[in-house]
């Protein structure tokens, strides 16, 4: 969150509606110490509101204090829950329902108890259960570390800059799309020699997991083994917290609780298959990093595949069949593991019998809890009117993405024998054939790179897609019609400080054409240009179906006068079009604040009369630089708009940069609604012979 916005109406109000004892806690006045220690736990969306509101009235050391007690609070608040359930879970075990009238006194007698058992371990720590009842938006707000936005700003303001790195490196993980704080980091690592960055809300089994395939990508299976046989104890621990904290109150979001006249069988099973669901669903949360929405496919399993190879490279024969067949539990007809298992069996013939290697006991146990669960919430759909959809927990299309084999010269079986087969596993197909290399459809357009040259995939460098007249004619309306901040919300300064951005729309320019505000024929060409540009993409990718306009943006970028020396910031970070890039995690999450209908890409410049601004395509590490192209009047750089290609400017340093910015999609309901109003406004010039096309586009240009 930038530093000038607002935090959510739900904070809003609940700053209005707490007391002022409450609104700002000891734990955030100057000079004070943590109010009840010892005592209830103080609620973390008070601490939360109060930090807020101290920030935004500058007092910056108390914000800090407020926030960091608002986090160890909800920390403390989901430990206090897990401890005092688990305890009542080993001291009260459930009764089983016994025979005939009365018999299951001893079940809900057993239910009874251990419900005060919960309640009463964890009254002394929490106090009563309604002080812990944050709103939704505020559970949102930690959810995606708002917080750490926040204190990243107070510790800037403290010149605390330690603390300022690694709350703003805490932020960005689970808010990889969020470019100041991309940036801010950058500054951290010049500025203060901050290299080192801790994620403070790391999930520990994901971090050993992240580190295991490191090390197994190096060929260090030793260290491999170990981070991965860690990151599978952290995990079924985790397994094990994540189904007990889904025991707590659930919301009933079909009927009103005074209108609720469901019977006493009925009303267990309500509350039961939403708590049962929610532990379904904790495959799904334990494979999903802080802040995303789309888990690591494959997650669990991909564990025991890592293993099953990185044993037999150690040469731990039986580890690698017993990881082997831990693996197909979850995928049984998976044809490369099943050759691997029968491979690791032959080596140990002779020694021991394969047969008595059997998978691993804690997979087996999830896995048949996890079908059992399955099945219940599939029969209560039937028959008690739930909606329910099985997902697909174990999408086999999350793959080990190494292409190691046992090479002959250290394998044990004949050269003519069965070979280990490890290669890497086809990943999803894309529902198109990728091609290029079409036909430019207009003679003057010159080709000057293809993906090959640029070093990437669906990449395609052109010039002389319009002239020298055309470029200056369209700086000329883009002189009177942009507006400072337009597409962002009018935030002048988006992406950097020092720049100013300005742009505009195909249907403002056609808007002020018709006003007389600027030259029709100008606002016309606008049009015509972005279409004629649209038209080469279709055309040189070779796609099979129309594509539409997704958004048509006129764009310039101004370097700001006194504000370039020692400049280390880009004009546009790195990013991907219609995914959110996760540098660290080498990933892009096509999920949304990104628009992932959008699927090419273009670029068409106007001017050259700048300093830097270079475009450049990099690795999804966001820093090694694959491309760089450097701007000037009709030369288009058009692109697939996904993960495959991550892009951004260089830092304008001096002059104005003028682009016409194109995002094309596949998809009709994705239509640019603005590009379709023009599209009538334009049917109508033609139709009142106002403003007739100055690119004479032959019609057998026409695809």
């Given at each position: 969150m930038a530093s000038g916005s607002r935090p959510w109406g739900a904070l809003l109000l609940l700053l209005l509606l707490l007391p002022p004892l409450l609104l700002v806690p000891a734990a955030c006045r100057?000079?004070?110490?943590?109010?009840?220690?010892?005592?209830?736990?103080?609620?973390?969306?008070?601490?939360?509101?109060?930090?807020?509101?101290?920030?935004?009235?500058?007092?910056f050391a108390g914000a800090a204090r407020c926030l960091?007690?608002?986090?160890r609070s909800r920390r403390e608040l989901r430990a206090a829950r897990l401890r005092c359930r688990r305890r009542c879970r080993g001291q009260v075990r459930l009764a089983a329902p016994g025979p005939g009238a009365g018999g299951d006194l001893p079940f809900f007698g057993s239910v009874l108890r251990r419900a005060g058992c919960v309640r009463r371990c964890e009254e002394p720590r929490l106090g009563a259960a309604s002080r812990h009842r944050a709103a939704e938006e505020v559970r949102a707000d930690f959810q995606r570390r708002v917080p750490y936005s926040y204190l990243q700003r107070a510790y800037i303001q403290l010149n605390k800059l330690d603390e300022a790195a690694n709350a703003a490196h805490t932020f960005f993980m689970a808010n990889p799309e969020h470019m100041e704080i991309q940036q801010d980091i950058e500054n951290y690592k010049t500025t203060a020699g901050k290299v080192s960055l801790v994620d403070r809300e790391a999930k520990q089994h994901m971090e050993d997991y992240s580190a295991g395939v490191r090390h197994y990508d190096k060929e260090e299976y030793e260290l491999a083994i170990d981070f991965l046989e860690r990151a599978l104890k952290g995990y079924y621990s985790e397994d094990e917290d994540c189904q007990i904290m889904c025991e707590g109150p659930q919301r009933f979001e079909e009927h009103e609780y005074l209108e609720y006249k469901a019977g006493l069988y009925e009303a267990i099973a309500d509350h039961y298959m939403q708590v049962l669901a929610c532990k379904h669903d904790c495959v799904r949360e334990l494979a999903t990093r802080s802040g995303r929405i789309s888990p690591i496919e494959n997650f669990l399993p991909l564990h025991y595949d890592y293993l099953q190879f990185a044993y037999y490279r150690?040469?731990?024969?039986?580890?690698?069949?017993?990881?082997?067949?831990?693996?197909?539990?979850?995928?049984?007809?998976?044809?490369?593991?099943?050759?691997?298992?029968?491979?690791?069996?032959?080596?140990l013939e002779g020694t021991m019998d394969p047969d008595?290697?059997?998978?691993?006991?804690?997979?087996?146990?999830?896995?048949?809890?996890?079908?059992?669960?399955?099945h219940l919430l599939q029969v209560a759909a039937a028959g008690l009117g739930y909606t329910y959809t099985e997902p697909n927990y174990w999408n086999r299309?999350?793959?080990?993405?190494?292409?190691?084999?046992?090479?002959?010269?250290?394998?044990?079986?004949?050269e003519d024998?069965?070979?280990?087969?490890?290669?890497?596993?086809?990943?999803?197909?894309?529902?198109?054939?990728?091609?290029?290399?079409?036909?430019?459809?207009?003679?003057?357009?010159?080709f000057v790179y293809n993906s090959q040259q640029l070093n990437g995939t669906q990449r395609?460098?052109?010039?002389?897609?319009?002239?020298?007249?055309?470029?200056?004619?369209?700086?000329?309306?883009?002189?009177?019609?942009?507006?400072?901040?337009?597409?962002?919300?009018?935030?002048?300064?988006?992406?950097?400080?020092?720049?100013?951005?300005?742009?505009?729309?195909?249907?403002?320019?056609?808007?002020?054409?018709?006003?007389?505000?600027?030259?029709?024929?100008?606002?016309?060409?606008f049009y015509d240009i972005s279409e004629k540009a649209r038209r080469i993409v279709e055309s040189y990718f070779m796609l099979n179906s129309t594509l539409y306009f997704s958004y048509t943006h006129l764009v310039c970028r101004t370097a700001l006068s006194g504000q370039q020396e020692r400049r280390n910031d880009l004009s546009h970070p790195i990013h991907a079009d219609n995914c959110l890039l996760d540098p660290e995690a080498n990933e892009c999450w096509k999920e949304p604040p990104a628009y992932t209908f959008r699927d090419y890409s273009a670029l068409l410049y106007m001017n050259a009369d700048f300093e830097g601004g270079e475009f450049i395509f990099t690795e999804m590490d966001a820093k090694t630089v694959t491309a760089s192209i450097k701007?000037?009047?009709?030369?288009?750089?058009?692109?697939?708009?996904?993960?495959?290609?991550?892009?951004?400017?260089?830092?304008?340093?001096?002059?104005?940069?003028?682009?016409?910015?194109?995002?094309?999609?596949?998809?009709?309901?994705?239509?640019?609604?603005e590009r379709i109003q023009a599209d009538e406004v334009i049917a109508m010039l033609d139709q009142e012979h106002l403003g007739p096309s100055e690119m004479n586009i032959n019609p057998k240009d026409e695809l």
């Open positions: 100057a000079g004070g110490g943590c109010a009840g220690e010892g005592g209830p736990l103080e609620p973390f969306d008070a601490l939360y509101a109060s930090g807020v509101e101290a920030y935004y009235g500058g007092d960091e007690r608002a986090l150690v040469g731990d024969y039986v580890k690698a069949l017993e990881c082997a067949k831990s693996y197909l539990l979850f995928h049984p007809d998976d044809e490369d593991v099943l050759e691997n298992a029968g491979y690791y069996e032959g080596l008595t290697i059997k998978p691993r006991k804690e997979a087996k146990m999830l896995l048949r809890r996890h079908k059992l669960e399955s299309y999350g793959a080990r993405q190494d292409e190691h084999s046992v090479p002959s010269s250290i394998s044990s079986e004949p024998g069965p070979r280990l087969s490890l290669a890497k596993k086809p990943m999803p197909k894309p529902d198109r054939e990728l091609k290029e290399g079409g036909p430019l459809l207009y003679s003057d357009v010159k395609v460098l052109l010039d002389n897609v319009i002239s020298e007249e055309q470029c200056r004619e369209l700086h000329r309306v883009a002189s009177g019609i942009m507006l400072a901040g337009d597409g962002y919300r009018g935030k002048t300064s988006p992406h950097t400080p020092n720049e100013r951005f300005e742009g505009a729309t195909v249907l403002k320019a056609l808007k002020y054409g018709y006003e007389g505000r600027v030259p029709l024929k100008s606002a016309r060409l701007p000037k009047c009709g030369r288009m750089i058009s692109f697939s708009s996904g993960g495959e290609n991550p892009h951004g400017v260089k830092a304008v340093t001096k002059g104005q940069r003028c682009a016409v910015a194109l995002w094309f999609t596949l998809d009709p309901l994705y239509r640019e609604l």
